[in-house]
């Protein structure tokens, strides 16, 4: 079964760091390009982070600086590591899988997880 699972989210305080990871199974990430998204209550998805399968990454200008994205092939993984948490990254964190750049910042991505909620509060 071809899937993606997030896992790693749960409530810090401001400040606080959390590491998200997107496992993949039934298919080998190599030569994929990831992208970690975020939906916030009320609030319009957004692209938080995208890499390469050689290891090119983006980030939005809001957690750039304090998130970073990186990916081990052998544990078929990609990891958001979040430093310097704010309440505004509140948001449940969704990663995605295509094999075109493109799509992913589309949010058009072949592949989803269910999702990993990320909660900052003091």
């Known amino acids: 079964q071809i899937q993606l699972v997030e896992s790693g989210g749960g409530s810090v305080q401001p400040g606080g760091s959390l590491r998200l990871s997107c496992v993949a199974s039934?298919?080998?990430?190599?030569?994929?390009?990831i992208g970690w998204f975020r939906q916030a209550p009320g609030k319009e998805r957004e692209l938080v982070a995208t890499?390469?399968?050689?290891?090119?990454?983006t980030y939005s200008d809001s957690v750039k600086g304090r998130f970073s994205i990186s990916r081990d092939h052998a544990l078929n993984t990609v990891s958001l590591q979040m430093n310097n948490l704010k309440v505004e990254d509140t948001a449940v964190y969704y990663c995605?899988?295509?094999?075109?750049?493109?799509?992913?910042?589309?949010?058009?991505?072949?592949?989803w997880g269910q999702g990993t909620q990320v909660t900052v509060s003091s």
């Open positions: 995605t899988a295509d094999p075109s750049f493109n799509a992913v910042v589309a949010g058009t991505g072949v592949y």
């Open positions: 890499i390469t399968w050689s290891g090119g990454t």
């Open positions: 039934g298919f080998s990430l190599d030569y994929w390009i």
